[in-house]
């Protein structure tokens, strides 16, 4: 089943702008994943945050977990036409290193 | 390093065909997994293996079965094929966890499969 859910499901914003998504998600977790998916390839790590940290950093990108609303976002800052891409939440889901993903949200950056 | 690997790169079946498709890594990763992508779904895990010799179903594994003979690589097939399964379907690989957290995984290119 579905643990991650993405909030808005699609994004248009300028080039320089910031864009923020939202994930939420149902069940207690360790830790929760960004993955950025570029048309037509495979999913790539962004970060990772566990469930006993409430920010973390990693250049342009900043992520936030609030555990008592199970929810978690992702900020974009100063948004490139390279950051334009679909962007997946991930939470652990039962053992062995597995994933739940949300259903991704897209993001278009317009140079 | 060529990271996670998969072939074919897309593949055109018929109804109750069959194929294999193979994901190789070289990054000695124990646990390794196979997804479907339909649109609006997101990633829906069909079947996983956490080290040679071991295979275990995921979230939506009829249709399909795997096999990890070696390490490095972990096949998906499709006996019979049918067009509910045309899909995109992504390998992904991750490192032994021993705390018992989940870790990063690695994903291949994926393969586009249609079935008609």
């Known amino acids: 089943s579905q643990q991650g859910e993405e909030d808005p499901q699609a994004l248009s914003i300028q080039e320089g702008e910031n864009a923020t998504m939202n994930c939420s998600y149902k069940?207690?977790?360790?830790?929760l994943q960004w993955y950025r998916q570029n048309s037509g390839r495979g999913l790539v790590h962004l970060i990772l945050?566990?469930?006993?940290?409430r920010e973390k950093h990693s250049g342009r990108l900043r992520v936030t977990l609030d555990t008592s609303k199970k929810s978690s976002s992702l900020l974009i800052t100063a948004s490139r036409a390279a950051d334009t891409a679909s962007y997946f939440c991930?939470?652990?889901?039962?053992?062995?290193?597995?994933?739940?993903f949300g259903k991704g949200n897209q993001v278009v950056v317009i140079p | 390093n060529a990271g996670v690997t998969q072939t074919p790169k897309f593949r055109v079946l018929k109804t109750g065909q069959s194929m294999t498709l193979l994901c190789a890594q070289d990054?000695?990763?124990?646990?390794m997994y196979w997804y479907r992508q339909d649109p609006g779904m997101g990633l829906r895990l069909i079947h996983y293996?956490?080290?040679?010799?071991?295979?275990a179903k995921g979230e939506v594994p009829d249709g399909y079965n795997v096999s990890r003979l070696k390490k490095q690589n972990f096949l998906l097939g499709l006996e019979s094929a049918a067009p509910s399964q045309t899909s995109v379907y992504f390998c992904?690989?991750?490192?032994?966890?021993?705390?018992?957290?989940?870790?990063?995984?690695?994903f291949g290119p994926g393969t586009r499969l249609t079935v008609l």
């Open positions: 991930a939470t652990d889901a039962g053992g062995n290193n597995r994933l739940a």
């Open positions: 990054m000695n990763h124990e646990y």
């Open positions: 992904a690989s991750s490192s032994t966890n021993r705390t018992g957290r989940t870790d990063t995984q690695y």
């Open positions: 945050i566990r469930s006993n940290e």
């Open positions: 069940t207690s977790i360790n830790n």
């Open positions: 293996s956490v080290g040679e010799g071991t295979t």
